[in-house]
C-alpha cells in the first residue's frame, strides 16, 4: 500500500486496479426496497479516466460510494489491487480512503471553518505529513490550481469556480491512486467547467492515477477515455459513440 | 401575498408543525427536558416550602390549641395556683393550662403536651368524649385519662409510625432520663398532621415526667375583646398576654427570609433552562429553515409564522409541564425534610413531618414554565417571521444576524450589570429587591457570555492557533460559527457554574467566619450544660467545688433562657465570668465602659441579627418582661453572633438574678490552669461529672466546634442539593445545544469520515470542541460567580438573616466548578462524539 509520503508511483508496484464483480445495492425496507444496482461488473486501472452516464437515481453516486468504499454492497465485491474490500474492517476501509482516494463533489462541501489553505491541507495532515513538508505541498497545489493568493480565504469568501478548484486540489493533494469526482463541473458555468476539467485532468494524468466522473454532461463524458453508462443496475460500456 | 390564510390552511399548517415535532423526537424531547427540569424545581421548591411552612403553621396552632390568647411567664414559668384563681376568682371558663416539653421515643423527637382535659372541653365547647386540639378531634374519655397514670395519648398515625399499641407500656427519654409510660388511648385526627408528633397527657402526669411540679408553661384562653384589658391589669407581675395569631405571624415571618432564598434558587434553575428552551427552538427554526422558508414564499405571514413557532412549544411546554410537576410533588418530597430541619435547626421545632401537599404551588410552576417557554420562544419565532422570505431558507443569515448583533447584546448586557449593580447600592432595599438586583445583574452577564465567548475563541486561536493542529483548528472556530447554539450552551453553564461558585463561596466564607467566631467565642477549654434547660440546673454544690479547685483556672457561668420582648420572644444569655462577657474581637460597636455599664446600668448587649432586624444600635433600649414587670434596658453594644438568626441578648448574671427569680444555672465553661496537659485534665474534670451525668453533658471545645460545624452543614444540605439541580439543568441545556450542533454537522463530519478521519479522531475533535466550550464557560463563570458570592453575602445574606459574612475565596469551590464545567462539557459531548463517530459517511453525504 502506498502512502502520500511517496511522490510518484514506484517502477517495481504493480499498477493501481479496481474491480467490481456482481455488485448488488438496493434502498428502502420490505417491499418498497429498490434495486439500484444489480449484477454489476467493471474493472478499471490507473492511468484511465472514465466518464459514468446515466438518469438521476440511476445509482451513479451509490457506485462512486462503494467504489470509495464509503458503503457496502449488499452482494458482490470490491476488488482493489485483488484485495478484497468486503475483508477489510473500517479501519482499514478508512485507511485506505485516507490513503488512496480523492473525492470530489458536486457542491464542493468544503469545510466552511477552515481556510482555502488548510481546507487542502487537512488531507496531508490526516496522512501524517507535517510542518514544512505540508506547507510546502499544500502551496505547491494552490499554486497548481492558480489560487496561490486566496489561501487564507474561507469558502464563503470565494467564487463558486474557486471554490470546485480548492475541493479538485483538496482530492489531489495526498496523490490518491483513485480519484472520484461526482458532477464536477455541475455547479459551474460552461467556461469554468472546461477549464477545471483540464486541470483535473493534467493533474490526475501527473499522478498516473485513475479518474471515475460521474457526469450528465456531453462535453465532461467526451474528455474521458472510457465512457460507461449505468442502466438498471448495470453497466455499459459506449465505444466509439463518444470518441473523437 | 397579505391575504390571510384560510381555515384549513392553517390547520394544516399546524399538522405540519405537529409532524415536525413527531419526527424530531430528539429535539422535541430535549426542549422537554429542560421545561419539565425547570417546572419540577420550581414546583419542588415551592411544595417543599408550603408544606414546611403549612406545618410550621399547624405545630404553632396544635400547641396553642386554637385559643385566642395565650397568658405566658418567665424563665420559670407560671406557677399553676394562678390558673386556679383565674378560673375561680375572675371566672375565666374558657381557659386552660398547658405544658409543653420535647421527649424522644425510639430516637424520634415529640413533643409533649400536657393539658387539663376538662378545661380543654370547656375552652373548645365540645363534648367530654370528644377533646379539640387544633385541628385534631380527639376521640378519648378523660376520666380514663385521669386514672390510668401516668398515661398519654397519642394520634392513630403517630401511634403507627411509632409501632404502639393501645394499652402497651413504653419509654420517653426526657433528658437522658428513661420514663415509662401507657398509651391509654389513639384518636383518628380530621387533620392527621396536625395531631402528628404530638404526645398528649393529661396536667399532672406532664408535671411529672417533665419534674415540673406545680409550673405550667401557658393558659390558653378564648377572650371576648372587652376581657382582654381587665384581665391584663389582674395579672401579676412577670406574666404577660399575648394576641395568639399576632404571635404565630411574627413566629412565621422568621423562617421568610429563607424561603425566599430557597425560591431564588428554584427560579435561577427557571432561567437556565429558558436559555436550554431557546435554544432548542432556535434549533428547531434553523433545522426548518427550507420549509418555514417555502411557507413564506406560499404567503403565510410574519405572524401566523410567529404564532406556529409559539403554538408549538407552547403545546410541548403544556404536556412536560405536566410531567415536570408530577416529578416536581416527588422531588418536593424529598426536599420538604432537608427545608424542615433546616427550619427546625434555624427557628423552630417543627413536629410535623408529614407532607402537606399545596395544589396552588404545582399552579405556579406550571404557570411559571408555560410562561418560560412562551416568551423563550418569542426571540426565535420573531427572528423567523421577520425575515425575508429568501433570508429565511439561508442558514448563514441566522449566523450573521447574531455577529451582527453581539456588540449590541455586550452592551445591553453590561447596561443591565451595571444597573443591578448600582440597585445592590440602595441603602434601604428590601430582600426581593436584592433579589431583583441579583437577577438583573444574572441577566446581564448570559447577555455579554456570547459576545466574550467570540472574543476568548479569537484570543485562543490568535495566541495558540499556530500550535494547533488543522481539526483542532476546526474544532476552535465551530464555536464561534455557530455561536447563536454554543453562546447559549455556554452562557447555561456558565450561568450554573457562576451558581456553583456563588453559593460555594457564600457557604464556605460563612463557613470560615463561623469558625473564627467559634474561636473567639468558646471562652475555656470545658463546656458543661444542662440537658433541659427548661427543668435543670447545674447543681450549685458542683459549682462550688469546681470554682475551689485547684484543677479550674477560671469558671464562667451561663443561664440560657427564652424571655418575651416587644419584638416576641427572644434568647437570653445571662452570664457570671472573671473575664469580660465579650471578647473585644467580637464587638461589632458598644458604648463607652460598656463592661462595667453592663452591671452599674443594668444594660445588655445585642447581637448583630437582632440589631439588624429591630433596626437598634449602642444607645438605644429594649423592653423585657421580667418577673416582676416589664423592665427596659439600654442597648450598650451589638456583638457577632451565629447561633441564631433570631437574635440574642446578652446580660450580666447579677442584673438577670435581680430582675429575675431564677437561680437555675445551666451551663458553665472551664479553664485548665496554664501548663497543664489538656488531656489529663479533661479526664479529670469528667471523673468529677460522672455522678451528674444524668442531668449534665460535657464537650471540650474541639468538640462543641465540632458539633456546630455538623449543624452547620446540616443547615445548608437544602441550598447544595438545589445547587447540584441547577448543574443538571445545566447539564440538560449544554447537551442539547452541543446535540443541535453536532446534528446540524452530519455532513461534515460524513465528508470528514468519507476523507479518511477516523472515528477516534473525529470523537477528540468533537470533545475538543465541547471541552473547550466547558473551559470558556468555568474561566467566564468565576467573575460572575465572585459578583454572585459578594451579592450572597453582603446583600442577599444580610438582608435575610442580619449576619456579617467574611469573603473567604474558597479555592478548592473554584477548582471544584473549573473541573465541574469542563467535566461537564466532556460528558455532555460524549453522546454527540459517538454519534459523530458512529456516523455512515454515505447515509451522511446523501444529503448532498
Not at chain 2, 430582600?431 to 447577555?447: I, N, P, R, S, T
Request: proline content about 3%.
Amino acid at each position: 500500500m502506498t502512502t502520500a509520503e511517496d511522490p510518484q508511483p514506484s517502477n517495481t508496484e504493480p499498477a493501481f486496479q479496481i474491480e467490481l464483480r456482481r455488485l448488488e445495492k438496493s434502498y428502502g425496507q420490505g417491499r418498497v426496497r429498490r434495486s439500484v444496482l444489480n449484477g454489476l461488473d467493471f474493472q478499471a486501472q490507473a492511468g484511465q479516466t472514465v466518464a459514468l452516464l446515466g438518469r438521476s437515481g440511476s445509482g451513479k453516486s451509490t457506485l462512486l460510494n462503494l467504489l470509495a468504499g464509503i458503503d457496502q454492497p449488499d452482494a458482490g465485491e470490491v476488488l482493489v489491487n485483488g484485495r478484497h474490500q468486503s475483508h477489510l474492517t473500517d479501519s482499514e476501509r478508512t485507511d485506505f480512503r485516507r490513503r488512496q482516494v480523492g473525492f470530489i463533489y458536486q457542491s464542493f462541501l468544503l469545510i466552511p471553518t477552515l481556510t482555502a489553505f488548510e481546507n487542502i491541507a487537512l488531507v496531508l495532515e490526516l496522512n501524517d505529513v507535517r510542518g514544512g513538508e505540508l506547507k510546502r505541498r499544500t502551496a505547491t497545489m494552490l499554486d497548481d490550481i492558480g489560487l496561490s493568493d486566496r489561501g487564507g480565504s474561507y469558502p464563503d469568501q470565494l467564487s463558486g469556480g474557486e471554490q470546485q478548484r480548492i475541493a479538485i486540489a483538496r482530492a489531489l493533494v495526498h496523490r490518491p491512486k483513485l480519484v472520484l469526482a461526482d458532477e464536477p463541473t455541475g455547479n459551474l458555468d460552461e467556461d469554468s467547467g472546461r477549464s477545471m476539467l483540464a486541470l483535473m485532468h493534467s493533474l490526475v494524468s501527473q499522478q498516473h492515477g485513475l479518474l471515475v466522473m460521474v457526469t450528465h454532461s456531453l462535453a465532461v463524458a467526451r474528455s474521458a477515455e472510457r465512457v460507461l453508462t449505468l442502466e438498471q443496475g448495470k453497466l455499459f460500456e459506449r465505444e466509439g459513440e463518444f470518441a473523437w | 401575498m397579505t391575504m390571510p390564510m384560510s381555515l384549513k390552511s392553517v390547520s394544516l399548517l399546524h399538522r405540519s408543525s405537529w409532524g415536525y415535532l413527531r419526527r424530531h423526537p430528539w429535539q422535541t424531547g430535549l426542549m422537554g427536558l429542560g421545561i419539565a427540569l425547570a417546572v419540577a424545581m420550581v414546583v419542588a421548591v415551592d411544595v417543599a416550602n408550603a408544606s414546611a411552612r403549612r406545618a410550621f403553621a399547624l405545630t404553632l396552632e396544635s400547641v396553642t390549641a386554637g385559643a385566642s390568647h395565650q397568658i405566658l411567664g418567665g424563665p420559670s414559668g407560671i406557677d399553676e395556683r394562678i390558673y386556679t384563681s383565674l378560673r375561680t376568682d375572675l371566672g375565666f371558663r374558657s381557659s386552660a393550662p398547658v405544658i409543653r416539653g420535647r421527649v424522644r421515643v425510639q430516637g424520634r423527637t415529640l413533643i409533649l403536651l400536657g393539658t387539663d382535659p376538662f378545661s380543654e372541653v370547656a375552652l373548645n365547647g365540645v363534648q367530654p368524649d370528644s377533646l379539640a386540639l387544633a385541628d385534631a378531634k380527639v376521640r378519648i374519655n378523660p376520666i380514663r385519662v385521669l386514672l390510668q397514670q401516668p398515661s398519654v395519648v397519642l394520634s392513630q398515625q403517630t401511634a403507627q409510625q411509632l409501632g404502639l399499641k393501645s394499652s402497651e407500656s413504653f419509654n420517653l427519654d426526657i433528658d437522658g432520663a428513661i420514663k415509662s409510660v401507657v398509651l391509654a388511648a389513639t384518636f383518628e385526627a380530621d387533620n392527621a398532621a396536625a395531631a402528628e408528633g404530638l404526645v398528649f397527657a393529661d396536667m399532672s402526669t406532664a408535671q411529672w415526667l417533665l419534674g415540673r411540679f406545680g409550673v405550667i408553661d401557658s393558659i390558653d384562653l378564648h377572650l371576648q375583646n372587652d376581657e382582654v384589658e381587665p384581665l391584663r391589669e389582674w395579672l401579676p407581675a412577670g406574666l404577660t398576654l399575648i394576641d395568639t395569631g399576632n404571635r404565630q405571624q411574627r413566629l412565621m415571618q422568621m423562617s421568610a427570609a429563607f424561603h425566599h432564598n430557597l425560591t431564588a434558587m428554584s427560579l435561577l434553575a427557571l432561567l437556565v433552562a429558558a436559555l436550554l428552551i431557546v435554544n432548542t427552538v432556535t434549533f428547531s427554526v434553523l433545522k426548518r429553515r427550507t420549509s418555514l422558508g417555502i411557507l413564506r414564499s406560499l404567503g403565510v405571514t410574519r405572524s401566523e409564522l410567529i404564532r406556529l413557532i409559539c403554538i408549538e412549544t407552547l403545546i410541548v411546554a403544556v404536556v412536560f409541564g405536566v410531567l415536570g410537576c408530577a416529578f416536581g410533588v416527588a422531588l418536593g418530597q424529598v426536599l420538604v425534610r432537608f427545608v424542615s430541619g433546616t427550619i427546625s435547626d434555624l427557628y423552630f421545632h417543627l413536629h410535623v413531618t408529614a407532607f402537606l401537599l399545596d395544589y396552588r404551588s404545582i399552579a405556579k410552576g406550571f404557570v411559571l414554565g408555560l410562561g418560560t417557554a412562551f416568551i423563550s420562544s418569542l426571540v426565535p419565532a420573531w427572528e423567523a417571521g421577520k425575515s425575508l422570505p429568501v433570508q429565511v431558507l439561508q442558514r448563514s443569515v441566522v449566523e450573521s444576524g447574531w455577529h451582527r448583533r453581539l456588540p449590541w447584546m455586550l452592551l445591553f448586557g453590561a447596561v443591565l450589570a451595571a444597573l443591578g449593580s448600582a440597585w445592590l447600592q440602595w441603602p434601604s432595599g428590601s430582600l426581593w429587591g436584592g433579589f431583583a438586583a441579583l437577577g438583573l445583574q444574572v441577566v446581564g452577564f448570559c447577555l455579554c457570555i456570547p459576545a466574550l465567548l467570540m472574543l476568548l475563541v479569537k484570543l485562543i486561536m490568535a495566541v495558540f492557533g499556530y500550535g494547533f493542529g488543522i481539526s483542532t483548528r476546526m474544532a476552535v472556530r465551530g464555536i464561534a460559527r455557530g455561536v447563536s447554539r454554543s453562546g447559549l450552551a455556554v452562557a447555561a453553564l456558565a450561568l450554573a457554574l457562576s451558581v456553583t461558585v456563588g453559593v460555594g463561596v457564600m457557604i464556605g466564607s460563612f463557613r470560615q467566619t463561623v469558625i473564627h467566631w467559634l474561636e473567639q467565642s468558646l471562652q475555656g477549654d470545658m463546656h458543661i450544660s444542662v440537658r433541659n434547660r427548661n427543668t435543670q440546673s447545674v447543681p450549685a454544690d458542683l459549682i462550688d467545688d469546681l470554682r475551689h479547685s485547684a484543677e479550674v483556672f477560671q469558671l464562667r457561668q451561663i443561664r440560657r433562657t427564652l424571655v418575651e420582648t416587644q419584638f416576641g420572644p427572644l434568647r437570653l444569655m445571662a452570664v457570671a465570668s472573671p473575664t469580660p462577657l465579650v471578647t473585644p474581637e467580637l464587638i461589632m460597636a458598644s458604648e463607652a465602659n460598656w463592661q462595667t455599664r453592663l452591671q452599674e446600668d443594668e444594660g445588655v448587649m445585642i447581637s448583630e441579627t437582632l440589631a439588624y432586624h429591630r433596626s437598634l444600635s449602642s444607645g438605644d433600649s429594649i423592653t423585657l418582661l421580667t418577673d416582676v414587670g416589664e423592665k427596659t434596658f439600654s442597648v450598650l453594644g451589638v456583638f457577632y453572633d451565629y447561633t441564631s438568626s433570631r437574635g440574642l441578648l446578652l446580660m450580666d448574671d447579677q442584673v438577670y438574678r435581680q430582675w429575675w427569680r431564677d437561680q437555675r444555672v445551666t451551663a458553665i465553661s472551664l479553664s485548665r490552669p496554664p501548663n497543664v496537659s489538656a488531656e489529663l485534665w479533661h479526664q479529670r474534670v469528667a471523673e468529677r461529672l460522672v455522678p451528674y451525668s444524668e442531668t449534665l453533658q460535657w464537650h471540650s471545645s474541639e468538640g462543641i466546634r465540632t458539633l456546630s460545624l455538623a449543624l452547620f452543614d446540616r443547615t445548608f444540605t437544602i441550598t447544595q442539593a438545589l445547587r447540584l439541580l441547577v448543574i443538571v439543568v445545566a447539564m440538560v441545556a449544554i447537551i442539547s445545544a452541543l446535540l443541535a450542533l453536532q446534528l446540524e454537522r452530519q455532513q461534515q463530519y460524513a465528508l470528514l469520515r468519507a476523507m479518511g478521519m477516523k472515528p477516534g479522531q473525529l470523537m477528540a475533535m468533537v470533545l475538543t470542541e465541547t471541552g473547550l466550550m466547558g473551559l470558556v464557560a468555568a474561566l467566564l463563570a468565576m467573575p460572575m460567580g465572585v459578583v454572585m458570592a459578594d451579592v450572597l453575602i453582603d446583600v442577599i445574606n444580610r438582608r435575610s438573616f442580619g449576619w456579617s459574612i467574611q469573603f473567604y475565596w474558597a479555592w478548592e469551590t473554584f477548582l471544584q466548578a473549573f473541573a465541574l464545567g469542563i467535566l461537564s462539557a466532556l460528558v455532555a459531548g460524549l453522546y454527540p462524539a459517538w454519534r459523530a463517530a458512529r456516523l455512515q459517511p454515505a447515509n451522511g453525504l446523501r444529503e448532498q
